[in-house]
């Protein structure tokens, strides 16, 4: 059993995505770039998160955690309005008849 904090690894994903999230918020006025670091973010959270469960000497479930969550809120704060976007010219039709 380990009994200092020094001793414990932390995870290399989970760095990686507490990375990519803050590199998604950096890039947040570039759509394509700030979702792309934005879904990196939330996939190495993932893996990150797995091998913590497999293995109770690895720490980073933290930055795993702030890397998904930023993830998540960048990716829908950037994608959201070119949705209601397109939902709003798929349902407004032309602009000028019937």
Request: proline residues 5%; aromatic residues 4%; without cysteine.
């Amino acid at each position: 059993m380990i009994t200092s904090h020094e001793s414990a690894r932390v995870d290399p994903a989970g760095i990686l995505s507490a990375l990519a999230a803050a590199g998604a918020v950096i890039a947040f006025g570039l759509p394509a770039a700030a979702v792309l670091l934005a879904v990196a973010a939330m996939l190495f959270a993932v893996v990150s998160r797995r091998r913590l469960r497999r293995d109770p000497h690895l720490r980073g479930s933290r930055l795993a955690l702030a890397g998904f969550l930023v993830g998540i809120g960048v990716a829908l704060v950037e994608v959201t309005p070119a949705l209601i976007g397109l939902v709003l010219v798929l349902v407004g039709g032309s602009p000028g008849g019937s």
